[in-house]
């Protein structure tokens, strides 16, 4: 990585049930004009994964940040998001959920006092077996990249 060309974009995620909105500023490396590749893991966007290319541009004139706009390139990682419960925040039980994610291949970014994490699933991995182990302990989960909607779009 170009630490030289390393800026914050913005992320901006709006939420049409509750018109809410969220925005996040990650690192991502510039790679051509307009052009950025994701260097984090988005806590908040969906449709969008750590190494995926994508087009942003300044939005404001008073802001020089570039703001996402279309993604251009998959990189081949998958993105999940896991919320522990508060009873096992830090304990060897949620320690042992996250070392059986990295064991497959997975890594992952903590949140909220670590119980909100960002599961990155490198393209090496079987993303349905993270899924299957997810939901088979009853963790609370959600598909950020690709979305729920994506996978099963029949269920829409």
């Known amino acids: 990585m170009n630490e030289g060309k390393l800026r914050k974009v913005v ?3 709006e939420y049409d049930d509750d018109n809410e909105v969220m925005v996040e ?4 490396e510039e790679v051509g004009k307009n052009q ?20 942003a541009t300044p939005k404001y ?15 081949g990682h998958k993105t999940v998001r896991v919320v522990l419960p508060e009873s096992i ?12 994610l990295n064991e497959l291949g997975c890594g992952h970014e903590g949140s909220n006092g670590e119980t909100f994490f960002v599961i990155n699933i490198q393209p090496h991995c079987d993303f349905w077996q993270v899924c299957e ?20 779009p029949e269920n829409d």
Do not use: G, M
């Open 11 to 13: 992320l901006v995620q």
């Open 25 to 28: 500023t990650p690192w991502a």
């Open 36 to 55: 950025y590749q994701l260097k984090n893991f988005p806590f908040y966007f969906y449709c969008l994964s750590f190494d995926d290319i994508f087009e």
């Open 61 to 75: 004139e008073d802001d020089e940040r570039p703001y996402f706009t279309k993604v251009i390139k998959k990189s």
């Open 89 to 100: 925040k830090v304990s060897v039980e949620s320690k042992n959920i996250l070392d059986h």
């Open 133 to 152: 182990y997810l939901t088979e302990n009853n963790i609370e989960w959600e598909h950020a990249d690709p979305t729920y909607e994506e996978l099963y």
